[in-house]
């Protein structure tokens, strides 16, 4: 204990190391304190939806008339609640939108409506406690360890300390164990106050800790493997600094641009157009052709499928239907070629310490691409639920009452989604 | 004597760095007390016989104890041992002369008082103003001073001294001899490794002038009249030179 408060005495009264800490600990406050923002922000427009919900709920039911305009008036909420951890890591939170009002129409050109953060603040990227730990934490370490040993060597101290009985153990691997600590305490500290503030599940919170530790520990082993070769400090903190470029931002970059060109994705804006103009199309084509093509996928409901000469619900939902059924393909290509590159992405992570522990954090902070998936997949089970609901009263020609809107199909976020997902 | 009331034995020591001998069949000893220089010329292999002592660097062949102990086997009771002074002393810029003194003491799990601390300085004759004042603003003389207190402190009976009057004004070396004696008289081996020729044949016990890796030649100081001839000193060593 006496070796470890020594080495802690020390580092307190080396200046540099110390604003370097310092610095890492504002930076990483700051990552916490913009993500727990985020997720308040989140939150706080998700309490405000669903309370704003019955006040409109109320309102469509004072003028409409039969199922079909509630089912094109009534928007319904679907969200993805931040998780515990999301604070930490904010993943892809902020550029996919994680709160929509859907309605019975077609869905695709839904999916991705919803309010946008400044498009260039959102070039900026993220600055949460994930970026901290992957590209500013390595910095602070390489800057702490790099000169260890070749820093006493070149102020001639290296000798009269190895010469002391139990350097090795009581000097160097203190010293190193105690530098490590104060880049995690930086780090670990704001990310325990900003876990408690979130209520983090404990099991959750040592988990990401742990990812923490772990980013820490592949960086403070390739530094120290570099420092021991006895190279100069200047050429050990600038192989590092190479290293770390090559690691977190080379690397990285080519191994994106690599899946991108092997993993190809439809455009997603050729896929909203292509469903648009077929919705559009539909007022232009036959009904007939429009409602044999729906109730080849809805033969229950050929009982009530006859048209009156005008406008009918019946005929614009169909096709609103048939709208999304026509990019079907295109859209399950899109979802798979979205997944297939993240798993790319993981398997490169394996290779990539760095990007494989920020796929990590991600993933246990529920924010990552598949968690993106996985909450698209419950807005489509939900929104197949929803439609086959009004569907229920538009081919049944039931006389319209409130309470047809009053009983709608929720969603629920804890849904898995796999049922009547299309 | 026997072997084991030496503080220091070597014997027939050989050291290879790589595919070059540097010490190649060097023997000496010290007994309690006993200060001995070592004098040669650059390479000769006197620094490299010190980290060989020290366990620094592994030796071929030959037998090598500190009170008893081979640094080999035994490198933490070695350094226990041992104090070791370089050729420049490099303290902690930042940290004061008490600071730097305290902060090696506990890495040698060593502690000592403050009074003892300041009895040490008062002893090497750094001066009071110095004992709170960053060592970045001593000069060599101050930070050998610091360094002596330091091996002072640790009651080591042996004591490596590599080059340690270089750089130094002759009052500060005159001082420095001074310090090595008192050393001495409390039963403090000292070997120092030096180039200073006229410094050695004031303080050493014994002479002995290294050249391929070996003990050459060796001198002892004489009881009355002039410690060592100089003449005969500076024959030898400017033949190995």
């Known amino acids: 204990m006496n070796n470890v408060i020594r080495e802690m005495w020390m580092l307190g009264r080396n200046r540099a190391s110390l604003a370097a800490l310092v610095l890492l600990a504002v930076f990483a406050a700051a990552g916490v304190a913009i993500g727990l923002a985020n997720v ?13 919900q019955p006040a409109e709920e109320q309102a469509v039911a004072g003028f409409v008339e039969d199922a079909g305009y509630g089912a094109y008036y009534g928007f319904q909420p679907v969200w993805d609640p931040p998780s515990d951890l999301a604070f930490a890591a904010l993943g ?37 406690l994930v970026f901290i730990t992957i590209y500013i934490a390595p910095l602070v370490l390489i800057a702490l360890l790099h000169d260890v040993w070749s820093g006493e060597r070149e ?20 010293r190193i164990a105690v530098r490590i600590a104060g880049v995690l305490a930086a780090l670990l500290i704001p990310f325990a106050v900003g876990a408690i503030l979130a209520g983090t599940a404990l099991p959750r919170m040592l988990a990401f800790g742990g990812l923490i530790m772990l980013a820490c520990l592949f960086w403070s082993v390739v530094i120290l493997l570099v420092a021991r070769r006895g190279a100069s400090s200047v050429v050990n903190a600038a192989t590092l600094a190479s290293i770390w470029f090559a690691l977190t931002l080379v690397v990285p970059a080519a191994a994106n641009l690599a899946i991108n060109a092997s993993v190809p994705v439809p455009d997603g804006a050729e896929l909203a157009r292509e469903n648009r103009e077929f919705v559009h199309g539909a007022w232009d084509r036959p009904r007939e052709q429009t409602m044999d093509a729906f109730l080849a996928l809805y033969p229950q409901h050929a009982a009530g499928s006859a048209l009156p000469p005008t406008f009918h619900y019946k005929w614009y939902f169909a096709f609103q239907h048939l709208g999304d059924l026509h990019v079907a393909e295109q859209s399950q290509a899109y979802r798979d070629g979205i997944a297939g590159r993240a798993a790319y992405a993981r398997a490169a992570g394996w290779l990539l310490p760095p990007a494989g522990i920020a796929q990590a954090m991600t993933a246990l902070a529920g924010t990552d691409v598949t968690a993106q998936l996985e909450f698209q997949q419950r807005i ?27 009983n709608v199909p929720r969603f629920d976020p804890a849904d898995d989604g796999d049922a009547g997902a299309d | 004597m026997q072997v084991t009331d030496f503080t220091l034995a070597v014997e027939n020591l050989v050291v290879d760095r790589g595919n070059r001998r540097i010490v190649d069949g ?22 490299t016989t010190l980290f060989a002592i020290l366990g620094f660097l592994p030796f071929s062949s030959g037998t090598l104890t500190v009170c008893g102990h081979d640094p080999r086997t035994k490198p933490d009771a070695v350094r226990a041992s041992v104090a070791y002074l370089p050729e420049n002393v490099a303290l902690y810029d930042h940290l004061t002369a008490r600071e730097n003194v305290e902060y090696f003491l506990k890495v040698a799990d060593c502690p000592r008082s403050r009074a ?43 004591l490596l001294l590599d080059e340690p009057t270089s750089g130094l004004d002759p009052a500060a070396s005159a001082d420095f001899h001074g310090l090595l004696e008192a050393l001495s008289a409390r039963g403090v081996s000292i070997l120092m490794v030096t180039h200073d020729l006229l410094g050695a044949a004031d303080t050493a016990d014994r002479i002995g002038l290294i050249a391929g890796g070996r003990i050459a030649d060796e001198w002892r100081a004489q009881e009355s009249g002039p410690r060592f001839d100089l003449n005969i000193l500076h024959d030898g060593f400017a033949g190995v030179k």
Request: hydrophobic share 45%; charged share 25%; proline share 4%.
């Open chain 1, 40 to 52: 308040a922000r989140d939150s706080a427009m998700i309490e405000r939806m669903l309370a704003g």
């Open chain 1, 92 to 128: 892809n939170r902020d550029i996919a939108p994680a709160i929509l009002r859907v309605r019975s129409l077609s869905l695709e050109a839904q999916l991705y409506e919803n309010e946008s953060a400044n498009p260039e603040l959102s070039l900026a990227g993220r600055f949460d």
């Open chain 1, 155 to 174: 102020a001639g101290r290296l000798f009269m300390l190895s010469s002391l009985p139990g350097a090795r153990r009581r000097l160097w691997a203190v």
């Open chain 1, 380 to 406: 489509r089970a939900y929104h197949t639920r929803l439609r086959e609901y009004y569907y229920d009263y538009l081919f049944s020609e039931r006389p319209f009452d409130v309470s047809i809107l009053a």
């Open chain 2, 26 to 47: 060097l023997s000496l000893s010290l007994a309690p007390g006993e200060i001995y220089a070592l004098l040669g010329g650059n390479g000769a292999g006197k620094s």
């Open chain 2, 116 to 158: 003892d601390i300041e009895q040490a300085f008062e002893s090497v004759s750094l001066a009071a103003t110095a004992w709170d004042q960053r060592a970045g603003r001593f000069s060599k003389g101050m930070r050998q001073k610091t360094a002596i207190a330091l091996a002072l402190l640790r009651q080591t009976p042996l």
